[in-house]
């Protein structure tokens, strides 16, 4: 076994439970309703995260299911706003520590396997809130009292989405709870890989706090095999660290860091990239034995 292997066999066990991808919901499909069974996952996933994952939260997690179901139903689907879920994050409030914050956009997959392997950092989904709803689709009807399971609007045909309102509160949190030094994937394989329109852009960028952050990190990552669009010098990730420079932050910024370059690897070994990796790390490995 070559040690490019070993290296990547070294990574994907750190935390072997990295292969459940917790995935924040995209643009829903208009025919898609609520997700079926969807009290008995929430309420469960609330458990299993506070007796498995953070035994040290002593939260209601049916207190929080009927927060967050009266936040819903009864209400038209267009018209769940941050505000009706007020009671449900103070039913589940949670601290973070600092210095492990990992924001990211349109790097989602890759993302997710760099903080399995990377375990200091923490992402949203790595919270209560993300934990718990990650991956579902709710909406109400107005003229009923229980979930819509037929059908669910996209999050483009009104403003207050109901899911879409619950994840814009919860990174607007996530983000003014960040402290110490931050890290935020990009990538740089498309246009735009910094956009106001992404959450990241639009709702935490905003929410940072340039008294508690000391350092935003910057990493910039691209297809092993392109293309290669956007860097730390050029596209929109100049304008991010305009941004974050007019607003007193400090910030250091790193195109394709090896780690992240392996993990692709992992993913695709027949790239002419990756044979290029292996054979150097087994010709270190020969010297090194020699």
Partial sequence: MSSFTISAAVLMISRPWFIMFLLCPGPLKAQLGTTPNIKHIVVGRCFNYITLVNPSLRLDCEEIWR???????RQSSCNVTVEDYNHMFYAMAQTWPCDRF????????????????VPHYWTLEDTLVGYMFNDLIWCGQEEDSGFDFSSCPEWSACRNHPVHSL?????????????????????????????????????ELDSLNACRVDYVNIK????LDGP?????????????????????????????????MIL?????????SCQTCANSLSQIKSLTLT
């Fill in 220 to 223: 910039v990552v691209t297809n």
């Fill in 167 to 203: 994840w814009r509160q919860a990174s607007q949190n996530f983000a003014e709870m960040a402290c110490g030094n931050i890290t935020v994937l990009l990538n740089g394989s498309i246009v735009n890989a910094f956009s106001r329109k992404s959450m990241f852009g639009s709702v």
């Fill in 264 to 272: 692709q690897c992992i993913q695709n070994p027949k790239q002419a």
């Fill in 67 to 73: 927060q967050f179901e009266e936040a819903v139903v």
């Fill in 102 to 117: 990992l924001f990211w956009s349109k790097t989602r997959t890759l993302m997710h396997l760099y903080a399995a392997v």
């Fill in 228 to 260: 290669f669009i956007e860097s730390c010098s050029e596209g929109s990730i100049v304008d991010l660290i305009q941004i974050l420079q007019s607003r007193g932050f400090r910030w250091t910024c790193t195109d394709n860091e090896e780690t992240l």
